[in-house]
Each structure stands twice: as C-alpha cells, then as structure tokens.
C-alpha cells in the first residue's frame, strides 16, 4: 500500500467509538478541513482493536464479518491494513478496488495482477502459507 499523503493538519478528535466483538472498532471523527479548504469534516472509520487503520465500516464489514479475515499491515512503512488471513486458510489482500485470496496450491495466470507486476511469474504455484502470503501482499500492491 501506498503511504498516506494527505496533507497535514490539526489531530483528528475522536468523537466515539464503537467496538464490535467479531474484531474491529468504528470511530466517528472530526477531521481538519483547513488544507481542503473547507470547514471540519465528521467521518466513519475502521480500526483494528489495535489502531491499525482498515477503511471504511462497510470495508471492515465485508473483511471481519463477512469474510472471516484479520487484517494487517503488508509492511512496517504501510499506514493501511491490506493484508490478512482468513478462517478459510487463505491470505487475501485487498484495496479499495478489489480483493483477492491465495492459498497453497493458488497458481498465477498470465494477465493475473501479480504477474503483472512480475512479482510472480505465470505458472508459479504457492507451496506454503508464507507462499500465499506473498501473493497477497503482491496483489495489495498491485490493486492499490
């Protein structure tokens, strides 16, 4: 994922919170309008129990609720979860546009979106979990 490159200004003030049991908590916040040009702005958003930013609450749904996923950073530097593995058994990564699962034994296609960002090439088959891991992040990358 990329950095963040909003500009910045004043903190966001957390107005509430909400924590839902199946791992995920959406706070109501009132953002500085001012680099915008515009007054302050209240705002949804999705965190993981531990702050790591998801999206929006309808993302956070589809990932926790819906899909079963935990989702997680790709990388340290990441400011955005965009990775994370489900009940399932597989690592999906995701973006605001698309979302995506590997598994041992997923294979790259020619015209797949890991393949081409010659992450992978076509025909790579994931042996491992750590495998499908990669191919997630690679995805995340790709759609992102």
């Known amino acids: 994922m990329k950095k963040d490159r909003m500009p910045k200004g004043k903190p966001d003030k957390i107005l ?8 995920y908590k959406v706070q109501v916040r009132l953002v500085d309008g001012k680099p915008y040009g515009s007054k302050d702005i209240k ?9 790591k930013y998801i999206g929006t609450p309808k993302m956070a749904n ?14 340290k ?19 605001h546009r698309a979302i995506c699962g590997f598994k041992p034994g ?7 979106c890991v ?3 010659r992450a992978f090439r076509p ?6 979990p750590a495998d499908a891991k990669r191919m ?5 990358d790709s759609v992102g």
Do not use: H, M
Request: proline share 3%.
């Open 123 to 128: 025909g790579f088959k994931a042996k491992t």
């Open 77 to 95: 530097t990441d400011n955005v979860c965009s990775i994370g593995k489900s009940t399932d058994g597989k690592w999906y990564g995701w973006s």
């Open 106 to 112: 997923s294979v790259v296609r020619k015209g797949d």
């Open 62 to 75: 589809l990932l926790v609720n819906k899909k079963g996923i935990t989702p997680e950073l790709a990388s």
């Open 16 to 23: 509430s919170t909400r924590n839902y049991k199946v791992g």
């Open 43 to 51: 705002v949804k958003q999705a965190f993981t129990p531990e702050g």
């Open 115 to 117: 393949a081409e960002e």
């Open 136 to 140: 997630a992040k690679a995805f995340a």
